[in-house]
């Protein structure tokens, strides 16, 4: 199983600044990664897939890049509305995998 | 609009048997693979089983494999998981989800709790 590792765990940002959060796959998952954004109580959203592809009605603000094995979320100018917990998933093999997810809280 | 809404979650002895559901509206369902993905409580995202549109392909996680069966009713636009032997570490909210590889859309999510 491919096994995804994010980092950092916590991210403390203030609004408005940037935030970079990384995702490592432990064997080459070609482009075949994708971002989730999760606020409590609410289900996961898709930000990102193929790697760099914005998912229909995500803004401009996120980004995603890298293939391989390293891969980045980038939320350029964070709003309130970011702050929430980040997991990048795997599919370029069986069994899909996701990371243990990153916490962007606020400063 | 997509909606997807999933049932049948609830309180079950380990051992026992439950089936969610997931009724999905607002697209040609039958076009789309559909999958199941589960987060225990306080947890982060565990995938559980995948299924193409014309039921060809299944997959399962190595946790649920032998136990879980998914399944798809295309002319009522429904998608379900049997999950039997059940054991307290299948305890989770359960989502299901459009896509076989990434997750384009989630439903609310469903309480599955394994407990005596």
């Known amino acids: 199983e491919i096994v995804m590792t994010q980092s950092p765990a916590t991210l403390s940002v203030s609004p408005g600044e940037r935030a970079t959060l990384l995702c490592r796959a432990s064997?080459?998952?070609?482009?075949?990664s994708a971002w989730y954004q999760q606020k409590p109580g609410q289900a996961p959203r898709l930000l990102i897939y193929?790697?760099?592809t914005r998912a229909t009605g995500i803004p401009a603000r996120f980004s995603g890049s890298g293939s391989g094995t390293e891969f980045t979320l980038t939320i350029s100018s964070l709003q309130s509305e970011d702050f929430a917990v980040y997991y990048c998933?795997?599919?370029?093999?069986?069994?899909?995998?996701f990371g243990q997810g990153t916490k962007v809280e606020i400063k | 609009q997509v909606q997807l809404v999933e049932s049948g979650g609830g309180l079950v002895e380990p051992g026992g048997s439950l089936r969610l559901s997931c009724a999905a509206s607002?697209?040609?369902?039958?076009?789309?693979?559909m999958s199941w993905i589960r987060q225990a409580p306080g947890k982060g995202l565990e995938w559980v089983s995948s299924?193409?549109?014309?039921?060809?392909?299944?997959h399962y996680g190595d946790s649920v494999k032998g136990r879980f069966t998914i399944s798809r009713d295309n002319a009522k636009n429904s998608l379900y998981l049997q999950m039997n032997s059940l054991r307290a570490e299948d305890t989770a909210v359960y989502f299901c989800?459009?896509?076989?590889?990434?997750?384009?859309?989630w439903g609310q999510g469903n309480l599955v709790i394994v407990s005596s």
């Open positions: 989800a459009r896509g076989q590889y990434y997750f384009e859309y």
């Open positions: 607002g697209f040609r369902f039958s076009d789309y693979s």
């Open positions: 299924m193409s549109s014309g039921e060809s392909t299944k």
């Open positions: 064997q080459s998952v070609s482009s075949n």
């Open positions: 193929s790697a760099s």
């Open positions: 998933q795997q599919y370029n093999n069986w069994p899909l995998t």
